[in-house]
């Protein structure tokens, strides 16, 4: 029995005993881990939808344990009832303070959650912290697992739940792109390719265009987000389901995509899924792909809004900060770059991800902290840099029609325009020519003769270079 008049409890473990303050849910095997591994400052608690996740996967092997006659009841409704506290209410969140980083294959925080919800269960019952002859952790919270079964599942079911969210905030941010397109649809500009005038577009072209770039990834981001609903609960330690009952794994496969309300279904080989991190390469793949586009935009960006005199000055970036501490009246892109800076921490990521999903040997791969560390960081941080860029910078953008429409009558790749009607070659000329005397495209084709006014006006009208139409051409 526990002393209740002490501040602390005493729990024993393989390696001895140790004191643990009674106000904490966790205990000797979460102590342990939080000696061990002053890693990164950065702790499970950070990531509820991991705790969630590894929440989920104990109240379904509670369910089926129950089911099938290994679990009793009282006990069974007492965890599944401090899984419900965790998982909807939000408590005891903040006893999940291990490092991301660990060793073990993440045998402490599967350790972590069964203390945790232990000692929850217990005070629902009436008894003390610690009193694990009632329900303990190990034998009572952990019936029927390994955590090489359990930490996968909660990994893969907290890597889902950050897609959602991922998506929810990408959603967002094509919406505001879109808006951008419709508001700069009559906006005329230069096209560019290589750096250098290509042919004329309008604004909202371009801003509808990185719209429909980013929607690509969400069908990319789901379908791989889907591989993290095959799991290998069951399979415990090596995936032969040693010390699970008779159908076990059935039982708690369906139990876990009855409290989770997802499509879960069981790997077909349990010895393969419990080595194999193909799925997490796949969404973190998704996640670089993402990161490689959104990146992109924002070197447009910078590049659109770049000046205020010697640059584009195509757009407005909305002035978030004083730009230098030396140089008067300077406002940078610092949203984009940004956003830029944690695309290349996602490139980072997705290297590590790489490593860690070759790194396994055998029947096992320990190397899966390292993966949740760098998806839950790409997660998060990919979140909130787009959110970061919608609200601090699409939303505010403004365009400068006037310094758009001039790059284009300035330019020389108007002359594409005039191909049907001239001909390749001589426009060549004209442009050579251009660029040496600095005339115009337009001036030069009529003094060549080479077209009439009324045709030329139709053809280098605003309206013909945002939308061309060949019935203007000649016909052949």
């Known amino acids: 029995m526990v002393d209740t008049n002490k501040s602390t409890r005493t729990e024993e473990d393989l390696l001895g005993t140790m004191e643990i303050n009674n106000d904490y849910y966790y205990g000797i095997h979460t102590q342990r881990a939080i000696e061990n591994y002053q890693i990164s400052g950065v702790t499970v608690n950070s990531q509820p939808d991991f705790i969630r996740g590894m ?26 009832w401090a899984c419900d506290q965790i998982i909807n209410e939000g ?126 990834e969400i069908d990319n981001l789901q379908h791989a987000a889907k591989e993290l609903l095959v799991v290998n609960l069951g399979a415990t330690a090596i995936g032969t389901e040693l010390n699970t009952p008779d159908g076990f794994t059935e039982a708690v496969t369906k139990a876990l995509a009855d409290v989770t309300g997802l499509d879960i279904s069981s790997a077909p080989d349990l010895v393969a899924a419990t080595s194999d991190q193909a799925c997490y390469v796949s969404v973190h793949a998704a996640l670089r792909r993402l990161a490689i586009k959104l990146s992109k935009t924002c070197n447009d960006l910078r590049l659109l809004a770049s000046g205020p005199r010697a640059g584009l000055k195509e757009i407005n970036l909305p002035e978030r900060a004083a730009g230098s501490s030396i140089m008067p009246a300077k406002v940078n892109p610092v949203i984009p770059e940004v956003v830029n800076q944690v695309c290349f921490k996602v490139f980072g990521n997705d290297v590590t991800v790489g490593y860690a999903s070759e790194a396994g040997q055998l029947e096992l791969n320990v190397m899966e902290p390292a993966t949740g560390q760098a998806t839950f960081e790409s997660l998060t941080i990919l979140t909130n840099a787009m959110k970061t860029l919608r609200e ?39 442009g050579k020519e251009a660029a040496e005397t600095g005339k115009s495209v337009r001036e030069l084709v009529l003094e060549h003769g080479l077209l009439d006014e009324e045709t030329l006006d139709k053809v280098l009208s605003d309206e013909n270079l945002i939308n061309p139409s060949m019935d203007i051409a000649p016909k052949k």
Request: hydrophobic share 35%; net charge negative; charged share 20%.
């Open 392 to 430: 601090k910078c699409i939303d505010g953008i403004t365009a400068n029609p006037e310094i758009c429409k001039s790059h284009v009558h300035n330019s020389i790749g108007t002359i594409t325009y005039l191909n049907p009607f001239i001909g390749h070659a001589a426009g060549d000329k004209i």
């Open 91 to 216: 408590a005891c969140m903040d006893q999940f303070p291990i490092d991301l980083f660990q060793g073990g294959a993440g045998t402490s925080l599967n350790m972590n959650t069964n203390e945790v919800i232990a000692n929850l269960a217990l005070e629902h019952l009436g008894k003390e912290k610690g009193e694990y002859d009632v329900i303990h952790p190990n034998d009572d919270v952990n019936m029927s697992q390994s955590t090489n079964d359990a930490y996968p599942t909660g990994l893969k079911l907290g890597f889902y739940a950050g897609v959602q969210t991922l998506v929810a905030e990408l959603e967002k941010l094509i919406s505001s792109l879109s808006a951008k397109g419709d508001e700069f649809a009559s906006v005329l500009k230069m096209g560019r390719t290589q750096l250098q005038d290509a042919v004329p577009m309008s604004l909202g072209q371009e801003f509808s265009g990185y719209a429909h770039t980013l929607a690509d």
């Open 55 to 80: 929440v989920y996967t104990k109240k379904a092997t509670s369910i089926a344990n129950n089911q099938v006659g290994a679990l009793e009841k009282e006990k069974s409704d007492a965890i599944n």
